[in-house]
């Protein structure tokens, strides 16, 4: 496994990072808002946008040392589908064709309240919009290369303590309790068992603990002029944007509140990156104190909330902002120019999630027992449960995935996945598609030969399933609770956690060899494969 990723990471790679020069370092940035009705994404349930909340925004962000280079990008959305990644790298090839697209790391900050971008929306606006989001990415790609000057960069990191597992596990099986009168197990009808729920009530004499720790680390990447003139900065934190969850409006979530914070203090002149670091099982709220909460923001606020998620976006904001604070007073002491980049771009391709023969006898139990609820409902016919039939469809579906699996994976046992790792000097970068629990990174982080190690979460997806969306990617230990993001019945389309394993390991070894040798070594076989710091875009 670790040589096919070797040899086709050094597609993209150079064998000769001596000859690397000073950094040159360029920035832009866009609104991609729309004031149209869109449908957004992040909820099982249709949503259409009822205005916009604050503007949506896509930054880019180069890095060049003359030899390799990194193009950071973000976009204000749920995530980013593979379609959407080819699109964008064409339309930069064709508008600049000198730019490595390979090279480009296309991340959401995974606001659920940002423009669907699923092909199935087919409806004029939602089309209109992705047409033109492609163009504002390209073209901010594209400023962003040309804007090009020499600079410099520092790092370092600090705490904010801003997402708590989303979790709560419990003593007893969740889906075995009897329901109250009047209501059916319809939904999630026979997901088997589940010691963990998400955003369950903690308040509950069988709660054990929460699932997750709290991962408080902040990663900063800072860039300057050759003046040590702070020109922008990259905020690397676990925790998606989703205190605005509920919001029927278009939003950035807390990132706007920050990105206004740094207006405050620098002006316009100021560039800022998001990026979501490892937190697939994370959320914004403690379950267990939400009562000190409330009281806590009524004290504090003496009003109730504008809208959905505000005191809590205020909350993560001037968190994060005392650690951009704390840091870059330290961080600013050690600049670096003349520093080498060594990027390696490649695909690799994960175990995937699969159906035991006991879970597939389950299911098919379970379809049965549906069925029968159909032909015979145990409710009164004038007291239906709400949206019965459109629930018992789904749960049958559900099932069918289940059974239907063993059989998809012989033919496809792997997802692909686009794979970055990088370093600039001493830092490292680590992308991935999936929506990964927060342990990934960690592992990644823990065994990284480099002084600092950035993950990023929902990155462009892979290129044999590119209308999928990022799916999670959970641990043994989710996957022993089970629960949604955490069972074969929502992981269908996702790797197993062997697959996120295989994942960390192959993270390592790459940066190993590139904390070693400057570089992944070249292939054994002559001729198979090229060894060019920059790939010419295609």
Not at 80 to 108: D, L, Q, S, Y
Not at 139 to 154: E, L, M
Not at 250 to 257: A, C, E, K, P, V
Not at 336 to 363: Q, W, Y
Request: glycine share 6%.
């Amino acid at each position: 496994m670790l040589k096919r990723s070797l040899i086709a990471a050094s597609l993209v790679l150079s064998a000769f990072a001596a000859f690397a020069g000073p950094l040159k370092i360029g920035w832009a940035t866009a609104d991609i808002s729309t004031d149209r009705p869109i449908f957004m994404q992040g909820t099982p349930s249709e949503r259409r946008s009822q205005g916009l909340r604050d503007p949506l925004t896509t930054t880019a962000l180069v890095i060049d040392d003359g030899e390799d280079c990194v193009i950071f990008n973000s976009w204000d959305t749920c995530c980013v589908f593979g379609f959407m990644a080819k699109r964008v790298r064409e339309a930069v090839a064709k508008k600049c064709p000198e730019i490595p697209v390979r090279k480009i790391i296309m991340n959401a900050t995974h606001t659920h309240n940002g423009p669907a971008l699923a092909p199935k929306y087919k409806d004029e606006n939602s089309v209109a919009y992705r047409d033109a989001l492609v163009e504002k990415v390209a073209d901010t790609i594209v400023r962003a290369w040309r804007a090009r000057k020499p600079g410099k960069i520092g790092y370092g990191y600090d705490f904010a303590v801003i997402g708590f597992s989303r979790r709560p596990v419990y003593f007893d099986d969740v889906n075995a309790r009897p329901l109250p009168e009047g209501h059916y197990r319809i939904s999630g009808y026979g997901d088997g068992k589940a010691f963990a729920k998400l955003h369950g009530n903690a308040n509950d004499p069988m709660f054990s603990h929460m699932e997750a720790a709290p991962d408080p680390f902040v990663n900063f990447l800072f860039t300057y002029d050759l003046n040590d003139k702070l020109t922008g900065v990259v905020f690397n934190a676990a925790m998606p944007s989703q205190a605005s969850l509920g919001d029927m409006k278009l939003t950035s979530d807390y990132w706007h509140n920050v990105r206004c914070e740094l207006k405050k203090e620098y002006g316009d002149g100021i560039f800022m990156l998001p990026q979501c670091a490892a937190a697939g099982d994370l959320t914004y709220r403690i379950p267990y104190y939400n009562k000190a909460t409330d009281r806590k923001n009524r004290l504090l606020y003496g009003r109730r909330r504008d809208y959905v998620g505000e005191f809590d976006r205020i909350r993560i904001a001037e968190q994060l902002m005392a650690a951009f604070h704390r840091t870059i007073e330290w961080a600013q002491k050690d600049l670096g120019s003349d520093l080498t980049i060594n990027h390696v771009s490649t695909t690799i391709r994960l175990k995937r999630f699969n159906a035991t023969p006991e879970e597939v006898a389950a299911a098919k139990q379970n379809i049965a027992e549906l069925e029968a609820i159909r032909q015979n409902p145990p409710w009164s016919a004038d007291r239906p449960p709400k949206d019965w039939e459109r629930r018992l469809n789904r749960s049958i579906r559900r099932n069918k995935w289940v059974i239907e699996l063993p059989d998809e994976v012989k033919k496809k046992p792997t997802w692909a996945s686009e794979f970055h790792v990088l370093r600039i000097g001493d830092i490292a970068f680590v992308s991935e598609r999936y929506e990964l629990y927060t342990d990934f990174g960690q592992r990644i982080q823990a065994r990284s030969p480099f002084t600092q190690t950035f993950t990023i979460q929902c990155c462009a997806g892979g290129p044999d399933d590119m209308w999928t969306t990022n799916h999670y990617l959970a641990t043994k230990r989710a996957v022993a609770n089970g629960g949604y993001q955490a069972s074969v019945y929502d992981n269908a389309n996702a790797p197993s956690p062997e697959g996120g394993q295989q994942m960390v390991d192959t993270a390592i070894r790459l940066l190993n060899h590139l904390k070693k040798y400057n570089q992944v070594p070249p292939p054994k076989k002559p001729g198979a494969a090229e060894t060019r710091k920059a790939e010419p875009a295609k």
